[in-house]
């Protein structure tokens, strides 16, 4: 009968994911020192751009994200502790937190979209800086969708490593999670929180 892998036998399993995290981080790493260097260029633009998004539901989503990481830390406590009913429990409420997350991005996608601010032949923005505007909306719509489709992975690893409920495997899946999470903590105020003056 297989014995459960311990510390020891797993950690080249865990060094694996944190070399994947961190070839990810320098993607992600220099797109996010990208936005930030277009956010200065064209400041006034981007603080347009940014106060047509929803900053409640930007900071919901962001709760919503810190929670789930609140979660899936206790899912990876509780399996090391042989607790796994308790780790399934927090894992599916990790996955469910970042379903929740989703649906709200699904909606502000769908009030940008509706106010024509989708880049492409249709944009439209009534402003004398509409380009960089719409720059701005190519960058919003770029990384937010990249980070919803890494979130998604990750809602599909938590939900597999809820029905295995094993240690080990939890607690790479909790790596992965965590560095999702991080990328939005930079992303929220970078493309919700400097906002055109008077613009709510």
Request: with cysteine.
């Amino acid at each position: 009968m297989p014995t459960a892998p311990t510390r020891t036998e797993a950690s080249p399993a865990v060094h694996g994911v944190w070399l994947f995290v961190g070839s990810e981080s320098l993607l992600l790493g220099a797109a996010l020192v990208a936005l930030a260097v277009l956010r200065v260029e064209h400041a006034g633009a981007f603080a347009r751009g940014a106060g047509t998004l929803s900053l409640p539901l930007g900071a919901t989503n962001t709760a919503m994200l810190l929670l789930s990481s609140m979660a899936m830390v206790w899912s990876v406590r509780a399996c090391e502790r042989g607790a796994i009913r308790r780790g399934r429990w927090a894992a599916l409420a990790t996955a469910g937190l970042g379903l929740v997350f989703l649906g709200i991005k699904l909606l502000e996608y769908r009030h940008s979209i509706e106010a024509g601010h989708l880049p492409g032949p249709g944009f439209r923005f009534g402003a004398d800086d509409a380009a960089p505007v719409e720059l701005f909306f190519v960058c919003y719509f770029t990384f937010t969708a990249l980070h919803a489709l890494h979130l998604l992975v990750g809602i599909g690893l938590v939900g597999w490593a809820a029905w295995r409920a094993e240690h080990q495997r939890m607690h790479c899946v909790g790596i992965y999670w965590h560095a999702v999470d991080v990328v939005w903590i930079y992303l929220f105020p970078l493309l919700y929180v400097y906002r055109a003056e008077g613009v709510s």
